[in-house]
């Protein structure tokens, strides 16, 4: 399973990007996606997270702002980014967990520069 994030970019604070995460294979369909960050000299942390029934969570930071949505005939997942601040600059990769035969396997996308100029 592979799972290839596109979509950043340099974006002015205040301005939109979207996020998109596509899967090698169906899987986004059975599964918990999420969308992490993580910027210079700190941890990675959740962003948002869509599950297979489309229940989505958000960090109290993006709440209002991001929307995560997902396209299960494209095998894809979005984060639609508004009102975007210089704090919201980071490296952002999507997530998804499958168990398989009691083990969690963890697929991550390659990751993806998002620069909020202020």
């Known amino acids: 399973v592979q799972l290839q994030a596109s979509g950043g970019g340099l974006v002015q604070n205040g301005g939109s990007l979207r996020l998109s995460c596509a899967a090698s294979?169906?899987?986004?369909?059975?599964?918990?996606v999420a969308w992490y960050r993580q910027a210079p000299g700190k941890q990675r942390e959740l962003v948002a997270a869509?599950?297979?029934?489309?229940?989505?969570n958000y960090a109290d930071s993006v709440k209002g702002r991001f929307t995560i949505s997902r396209d299960n005939a494209k095998n894809t997942v979005y984060l639609q980014m508004n009102a975007l601040k210089s704090e919201d600059t980071a490296v952002y990769y999507c997530?998804?967990?499958?168990?398989?035969?009691?083990?969690?396997?963890?697929?991550w996308g390659q990751g993806t520069l998002v620069t909020v100029s202020s």
């Open positions: 997530n998804t967990e499958i168990l398989s035969w009691g083990i969690l396997n963890k697929y």
């Open positions: 294979k169906n899987i986004f369909s059975f599964n918990t």
């Open positions: 869509i599950t297979s029934g489309s229940r989505s």
